[in-house]
């Protein structure tokens, strides 16, 4: 993470969206306060939007100043939390509970945000562009819902964990049945790889797409 990783040490709990931490964050794990640590540093460092009425030249600035940082520093956050994760099982069954929600949160966040973003197209104001294709959405999202599966399966825990319990349940039922038919180890692996599915480059089309084309835009 670089320099970022010094910063880490000033963020306070609190990362919106999800439930207050029922646990003091000093007397857990170095790895669960590495962890929610990474997580608050993500929560608090949002995808840039698009400048309204964006020129070529104005999408080109964006992905480079925007998209490509923001890109890097998720695919980063992602992999050094699912290594914590890693190291959290079999440990205290909380802090493993409350840290698979969290890499939950993390996937589908990112999904979303990448899901919200549609470029313009020059010369053509009725097409527009996805940043991200629909295939690497879904493997996002099959990443979240499989992280909340973790977090019920993790235990009862005690009963401050409840809401964290629920609040995985719930996005359980939001994100719906899987439709990855076959989300198979050699592409959970592919997709760690990549840093869980996550694009690692600018729209990379310069001339008109039409919508049918939309999605296919990122290597």
Not at 69 to 91: F, Q, T, Y
Not at 186 to 199: L, Q, T
């Amino acid at each position: 993470m670089g320099d970022g990783a010094a910063a880490l040490e000033d963020l306070s709990p609190g990362i919106a969206d999800l439930p207050y931490l029922p646990l003091r964050l000093e007397g857990t794990s170095i790895r669960f306060q590495r962890m929610y640590r990474l997580a608050t540093l993500a929560s608090e460092s949002p995808l840039a939007p698009l400048p309204a009425e964006a020129t070529q030249s104005d999408v080109q600035a964006w992905a480079r100043d925007e998209l490509v940082p923001w890109v890097a520093l998720r695919s980063d956050i992602l992999a050094a939390c699912r290594e914590e994760l890693r190291g959290l099982r079999g440990g205290e069954p909380d802090q493993h509970i409350i840290a698979a929600a969290l890499l939950g949160y993390l996937y589908e966040d990112t999904a979303l945000q990448l899901q919200g973003v549609r470029l313009p197209v020059p010369g053509n104001p009725r097409a527009d562009v996805r940043a991200a294709p629909p295939e690497r959405i879904e493997v996002l999202l099959e990443h979240a819902r499989r992280s909340f599966e973790r977090c019920l399966l993790a235990g009862l825990g005690e009963l401050e964990v409840a809401s964290y319990r629920q609040y995985c349940a719930q996005a359980i039922e939001r994100l719906g049945p899987s439709s990855a038919e076959h989300f198979d180890d050699e592409a959970a692996r592919e997709a760690d790889r990549s840093g869980g599915g996550v694009p690692s480059g600018p729209p990379s089309r310069e001339d008109t797409v039409g919508d049918a084309e939309a999605a296919d835009v990122l290597p």
